[in-house]
C-alpha cells in the first residue's frame, strides 16, 4: 500500500509541473493545497511531515493577476482533488478485487474439499459393488472348477468303461 507521503508527493510533483507552465507561485498554493486536502484525508498526518521552505516566494502582483492567481489555483485544487478521487478509487478497486480473489480462494477451496469428499464416498461405494461382483465372481469360478473336475473325471470313467466294452466284444468276438 503505497503511503500518504507518496501520494503527496505526486501531487505536489504534479502541481509544481502545471505550476512551471503556469507561473503561479507555489508557495501560495501549498498551504491551502495541504489545508484543504491533503489533512481531511490523512488525519494522522501532521504539517511536520509537510515543508514549503524549498518553495520560491510569491511574486509581487497586483488585484488582476490576483484574481488569476485564485483561479489558477482553484483549477489546480480542482485538478489535484480530481488526482486523489482516482487514487483513491483505484485503491478502491484493488480493495474489491482483492476482496474477490479471498473470496473466489475460499470458495474454490470449499469446493474442491466437497469434490474429494463426495468422490471418497463414490469411491467406497464402488468398492463395495466390486467387492460383492469379485465374490460372486470367485464362487462362479469356483463352481465352474468343481464342475470342470467332475467333468474330467466322468471323462475318465467312460473312458474306462469305453474300453472295458471294447475288451468285451473282443472277448466276445473270438467266441
Do not use: G
Not at 159 to 174: F, G, K, N, V, W
Amino acid at each position: 500500500m503505497t503511503s500518504p507521503l507518496s501520494y503527496r508527493y505526486e501531487i505536489d510533483r504534479r502541481i509544481n509541473q502545471r505550476n512551471r507552465q503556469q507561473h503561479v507561485a507555489i508557495k501560495e498554493v501549498k498551504p491551502l493545497f495541504i489545508d484543504s486536502i491533503i489533512i481531511p484525508l490523512f488525519p494522522q498526518m501532521d504539517d511536520t511531515h509537510l515543508s514549503t521552505e524549498d518553495a520560491p516566494a510569491p511574486p509581487v502582483s497586483c488585484n488582476n493577476e490576483r484574481s488569476s492567481d485564485i483561479s489558477k489555483r482553484a483549477s489546480i485544487l480542482q485538478e489535484a482533488q480530481q488526482l486523489i478521487d482516482e487514487i483513491n478509487d483505484k485503491r478502491k478497486h484493488e480493495e474489491l478485487i482483492c476482496q474477490y480473489r479471498k473470496d473466489l480462494e475460499k470458495h474454490v477451496e470449499k469446493r474442491c474439499s466437497l469434490t474429494q469428499q463426495q468422490m471418497l464416498a463414490m469411491f467406497e461405494e464402488h468398492s463395495k459393488l466390486m467387492e460383492e461382483k469379485l465374490n460372486k465372481l470367485a464362487y462362479c469360478l469356483e463352481r465352474a472348477a468343481k464342475a470342470e473336475s467332475e467333468l474330467l473325471e466322468l471323462k475318465r470313467s467312460l473312458a474306462m468303461l469305453y474300453q472295458d466294452m471294447q475288451q468285451d466284444l473282443q472277448e466276445i468276438a473270438r467266441y
